[in-house]
């Protein structure tokens, strides 16, 4: 076992410690070994993790409410939180398995979630309502959403003549943390681990801001 993968573990199993404190150790582990960086990225260089929501992967209803619940409020690079990104596994059948998952949740979604275009490199463990969202804009997905539809899908154009940041979102991308594939291939549950910390982190933020109302 490579030292690395053992004081990864060794803090992801470290229940003494919450969660969130967890991931953001093994965070910095990963960027010291240099087997993670940050990049920018378009959301049409990213697909979904096959292993978020315990293999669920999101919902396309929930991607289109969310979405709605954004662009009343403003698409802003300050709401996003931490993005985080796997890149696709070296290893042929591994990707393809990646693959595969995400054109099966097109497929189901009836033509609300955007096609696999067959250049991404990474998988959204974290930001992958928005993600998805934004590349749904791009591709002009049907919607459920009235408001932010023309002729029931959605409209780049008309979404992105609001002056938030929307626009510069799709076409620029935002920095994520990326993930080398060798850490999963090395550690298989971190990808979902790290994806239960980031959710029990955003829940404890919406939760201060309800407070706050």
Same mark, same amino acid.
């Given at each position: 076992? $490579?030292?690395?993968?053992? =004081?990864? @573990?060794?803090?992801? $199993?470290?229940?003494? @410690? +919450?969660?969130? #404190?967890?991931?953001? /150790?093994?965070?910095?582990?990963?960027?010291?070994?240099?087997?993670?960086?940050?990049?920018?990225l378009?959301?049409?260089?990213?697909?979904?993790?096959? *292993?978020?929501?315990s293999?669920?992967?999101?919902? &396309? %209803? *929930?991607?289109?409410? #969310?979405?709605?619940?954004?662009?009343?409020?403003? %698409? &802003?690079? !300050?709401? @996003?939180?931490? !993005?985080?990104?796997? =890149?696709?596994?070296?290893?042929?059948?591994?990707?393809?398995?990646?693959?595969?998952?995400?054109?099966?949740?097109?497929?189901? !979604?009836?033509?609300?979630?955007?096609?696999?275009?067959?250049?991404?490199?990474?998988s959204?463990?974290?930001?992958?309502?928005?993600?998805?969202?934004? #590349?749904?804009?791009?591709?002009?997905?049907?919607?459920? $959403?009235?408001?932010? &539809?023309?002729?029931?899908?959605?409209?780049?154009?008309?979404?992105? !003549?609001?002056? *938030? *940041?929307?626009?510069?979102m799709?076409?620029?991308g935002? /920095?994520?943390?990326?993930?080398? +594939? /060798?850490? /999963?291939?090395?550690?298989? &549950?971190?990808?979902?681990?790290?994806?239960?910390?980031?959710?029990?982190?955003?829940?404890?933020?919406?939760?201060?801001?309800?407070?706050? @109302?």
């Amino acid at each position: 076992m $490579e030292p690395w993968v053992k =004081e990864l @573990l060794d803090v992801k $199993e470290n229940t003494s @410690l +919450a969660i969130n #404190k967890r991931a953001d /150790e093994i965070l910095k582990i990963l960027m010291r070994c240099k087997l993670a960086y940050k990049q920018t990225l378009l959301p049409n260089m990213l697909l979904v993790h096959q *292993d978020n929501r315990s293999g669920a992967m999101l919902n &396309s %209803f *929930d991607v289109h409410a #969310k979405g709605k619940t954004m662009a009343d409020i403003g %698409f &802003s690079y !300050s709401k @996003l939180g931490q !993005s985080i990104a796997m =890149e696709l596994p070296a290893d042929p059948s591994a990707r393809a398995h990646v693959i595969k998952c995400n054109e099966k949740l097109v497929s189901l !979604s009836q033509g609300m979630l955007p096609a696999v275009n067959g250049n991404e490199r990474w998988s959204t463990i974290s930001t992958s309502h928005t993600t998805s969202f934004l #590349k749904a804009v791009e591709q002009q997905c049907k919607t459920p $959403e009235n408001d932010l &539809s023309a002729g029931g899908c959605l409209s780049f154009d008309l979404l992105s !003549s609001k002056g *938030d *940041d929307l626009k510069a979102m799709i076409c620029t991308g935002w /920095e994520w943390t990326c993930i080398c +594939a /060798e850490v /999963e291939k090395q550690c298989p &549950s971190l990808p979902a681990f790290l994806q239960q910390a980031l959710n029990s982190t955003l829940l404890k933020i919406n939760f201060l801001c309800l407070l706050n @109302l």
